[in-house]
């Protein structure tokens, strides 16, 4: 079992910037993809950024150029930066690990950015 715990979040102004942390229980970025995930009231989860097992990095069309995905091995722990950030940006930001069968979700942190 692995336990994800998300912390960061908070209110913001536009064009603002916050750190999103992840940090998990066991060393899993050797076996897992990391990702950061998102959900905005009355909207479904979407995809933000994600980072394989080698480092590849993905990231959403709204969020490239402005949020970066990284990770400290020797903490167990992934980043979210975010800049510039957006009202639109204000979510409920979730951690995953995903080696398919296995999918592990944090709790979640709030993410609002004021106009």
């Known amino acids: 079992q692995v336990r994800l715990v998300e912390s960061g979040g908070g209110l913001v102004q536009a064009g603002g910037s916050l750190r999103l942390s992840c940090a998990a229980s066991i060393n899993i970025f050797s076996s897992y993809t990391m990702g950061w995930y998102r959900q905005a009231p009355g909207k479904q989860r979407e995809l933000v950024a994600t980072?394989?097992?080698?480092?590849?990095?993905n990231y959403a069309n709204s969020v490239k150029g402005r949020f970066t995905i990284w990770r400290e091995i020797a903490k167990n722990t992934v980043y979210l930066q975010m800049n510039s950030l957006k009202p639109e940006d204000t979510a409920v930001y979730y951690c995953?690990?995903?080696?398919?069968?296995?999918?592990?979700w944090g709790q979640g942190t709030q993410v609002t950015v004021s106009s």
């Open positions: 995953n690990a995903e080696t398919p069968p296995r999918d592990y």
């Open positions: 980072m394989t097992t080698v480092g590849r990095t």
